[in-house]
C-alpha cells in the first residue's frame, strides 16, 4: 500500500494540470499530503477510502471541472456505443470502457449499499457486475441485453468485474433487436497434466468479512479493512504440469470436495481436532501431489478457474515412449530390476513428451 506521501504525489499528478489559475500552490504535494494526514488519522477515514474522498474534496472545492478531470482519467474511451469492448477485453483495472452484455445471472445483493450485483455475458464471455444504489441505476431484467457505457473495469487478485457508477449510460435494448445477445460465450480452457505442486494459501483460509471484499486474511488483518475475523473458505491454488507448460488452477471450495472428497466442515473439524488450520494444505498436498488431472475452466488472469474436474490416471504414453526407453536401457546397459520394457507401465506417467536418447 502506499505512503500518504505517495498518494499525495499521485493525486498531484491528476488533478494540477486541471486546476484553475491562482489554485496551483494551494494543492501542492505537501498540501496534499497534509489533507490525507488529516482525513485518516484526523477524522479515521478508512485507509482504503481515503484517496477517493481526499480527491472528490479538491475537486470540489478547487471548482475543477469535473468532466475534463474524469475524461483525462479514462485515457481515451475503450469501446462506443456502435462498437462496444468485448468483455473478454476487460481486462485494465482503472479502465472506463463501454460494452454490450446480456444479464445472465442476478444474486442477492449482501448489502444496502448495492442496487444490484450479478454475471453479464456476451459472445466471448461472462463477467461480474456491480450497480451501486448511489448511483441511482436503473433495474435490470435477467436475459436483456443493454448497452453499458462509461463503467469502470475493477481488478482483484486477476479477478475483473464491471462497476456502474453516477457517470455510467444504460441503454436496453429489445429481445429482437439487431444489438441483442443470444448466446452467451464461456472462454473455457481446458488442461491436462500432472499436480506438481500446491501454492501458498491453499487449504482452509479466513476471507474478509467485509460484503464487497474477498481478500484473504493474514494474521488477523485484510490488507484493506483492518483487523477482521473473517470467515472461513475452502481453496486449492495448484500447479499441474503437462510436460512442456505449467498452468496454474484454482478451485473454490465445491471443486476441490469433488477433487479431493474434503468438503468446508469437514475441513473446519480437521482444523480443531488438530488445533492447526495447516492440516487442511497438507492433507490435500498428500492427497493431490503426482496424479494426473483433466480440468475445465475460464481463465482469470494466470489461473484456471476450474469448473470441471476429471482424473485421467491410465492416460496412456505417447506413440514411441515404450521404443525410446528399450533404447535408453540397451545403450546404457541397464538391467536392474523394476525398470523393463515390461513394467514400464508402472512408471509415473507424468509426461507424454517422447524421450530422445542421449538428451537430459
Avoid at 31 to 36: D, K, N, Q, S
Avoid at 65 to 73: G, I, K, N, Q, Y
Avoid at 207 to 215: L, M, W
Avoid at 281 to 290: V, Y
Wanted: glycine residues 8%; charged residues 30%; proline residues 4%.
Amino acid at each position: 500500500m502506499n505512503t500518504l506521501r505517495e498518494d499525495a504525489q499521485l493525486l498531484h499528478e491528476q488533478v494540477a494540470p486541471h486546476l484553475p489559475e491562482g489554485r496551483v500552490d494551494d494543492y501542492d504535494v505537501d498540501a496534499l499530503e497534509m489533507l490525507f494526514d488529516s482525513y485518516v488519522n484526523t477524522y479515521r477515514v478508512p485507509r482504503n477510502a481515503a484517496f477517493d474522498s481526499v480527491r472528490n474534496h479538491v475537486l470540489k472545492e478547487a471548482g475543477v471541472d469535473t468532466e475534463a478531470f474524469w475524461a483525462s482519467l479514462r485515457g481515451g474511451d475503450q469501446g462506443t456505443t456502435e462498437e462496444p469492448l468485448p468483455l473478454a477485453e476487460c481486462t485494465t483495472d482503472g479502465a472506463w470502457v463501454t460494452v454490450r452484455a446480456k444479464i445472465v445471472e442476478l444474486w442477492e445483493p449482501r448489502e444496502d449499499s448495492i442496487h444490484q450485483v450479478g454475471l453479464v455475458g456476451d459472445e466471448r464471455g461472462r463477467m461480474k457486475f456491480v450497480a451501486w444504489a448511489k448511483s441511482n441505476p436503473p433495474v435490470l431484467k435477467e436475459e436483456t441485453t443493454y448497452t453499458f457505457k462509461d463503467v469502470v473495469v475493477d481488478e482483484y487478485d486477476r479477478n475483473y468485474s464491471l462497476k456502474i457508477n453516477s457517470r455510467s449510460e444504460i441503454i436496453e435494448h429489445a429481445t429482437d433487436s439487431p444489438e441483442a445477445i443470444g448466446t452467451v460465450g464461456t472462454m473455457t480452457t481446458v488442461y491436462e497434466g500432472v499436480f506438481v505442486g500446491m501454492q501458498r494459501q491453499s487449504g482452509l483460509i479466513k476471507r474478509c468479512t467485509d460484503p464487497e471484499c474477498t481478500r484473504v486474511i493474514q494474521q488477523g488483518e485484510c490488507s484493506e479493512h483492518g483487523s477482521n475475523e473473517g470467515e472461513f473458505d475452502l481453496r486449492i491454488k495448484g500447479v499441474l504440469d503437462d510436460g512442456e507448460s505449467v498452468q496454474e488452477c484454482l478451485f473454490t471450495a465445491g471443486m476441490t470436495e469433488v477433487v479431493i472428497g474434503i468438503d468446508l466442515d469437514r475441513a473446519m473439524q480437521m482444523a480443531s481436532d488438530a488445533l492447526d488450520i495447516s492440516v487442511v494444505e497438507r492433507r490435500l498436498t498428500e492427497g493431490l501431489i503426482g496424479r494426473r488431472y483433466t480440468v475445465e475452466g475460464p481463465l482469470l488472469g494466470r489461473y484456471l478457474l476450474v469448473d470441471e474436474v476429471a482424473e485421467t490416471p491410465n492416460r496412456a504414453f505417447s506413440e514411441g515412449y515404450h521404443d525410446t526407453v528399450d533404447d535408453l536401457l540397451s545403450e546404457y546397459g541397464y538391467d536392474g530390476p523394476g525398470l523393463t520394457v515390461e513394467n514400464i507401465e508402472d512408471l509415473p506417467q507424468t509426461y507424454d513428451a517422447a524421450v530422445t536418447a542421449g538428451e537430459n
